[in-house]
C-alpha cells in the first residue's frame, strides 16, 4: 500500500492551494483519511479528516478556510486550503486508515508536502 500526496507548494497570504493523496496497491477497505502537518518546532497537529461516510472533524485553526473531500472510488483525500496564513507554512502529510484484508487494520502515511505561505 502506498499513499502518494501532491500539491504543496509557495503561495501567497491569502492565496490558495490544493492537496491530494491517492492510496493505492492491495486495499480491501479505507475508513478515516486525513491531514496532518508539522512546522520547524512545532510538534505535529491534525488539520483535518473525513470518515469513509463523509464525517469531518477539523483543527480549530483550519475551520472556515479548509474543506477536506474524499472521492472513495479513486481512493483519494484532498484538502482545499483557503486563506492561507503564513501560520499554515508546514510540512503536510496524509494519512489513511486502511484494511488489506477483513480484520487487519492499520495506518499508511503518504511522504510529506511542503507548504510555505508568504507574507
Known amino acids: 500500500v502506498q499513499l502518494q500526496a501532491s500539491g504543496g507548494g509557495l503561495v501567497q497570504a491569502g492565496g490558495s492551494l490544493r492537496l491530494s493523496c491517492a492510496a493505492s496497491?492491495?486495499?480491501?477497505?479505507?475508513?478515516?483519511m486525513g491531514w496532518y502537518r508539522q512546522a520547524p518546532g512545532k510538534q505535529r497537529e491534525l488539520v483535518a479528516r473525513i470518515t469513509s461516510g463523509g464525517r469531518t472533524n477539523y483543527a480549530d485553526s483550519a475551520k472556515g478556510r479548509f474543506t477536506i473531500s474524499r472521492d472513495n472510488a479513486k481512493k483519494t483525500v484532498y484538502l482545499q486550503m483557503n486563506s492561507l496564513k503564513p501560520g499554515d507554512t508546514a510540512v503536510y502529510s496524509c494519512y489513511a486508515d486502511i484494511s488489506v484484508s477483513a480484520g487487519i487494520w492499520a495506518d499508511y502515511w503518504g511522504q510529506g508536502t511542503q507548504v510555505t505561505v508568504s507574507s
Open positions: 496497491g492491495s486495499i480491501f477497505v479505507i475508513e478515516s
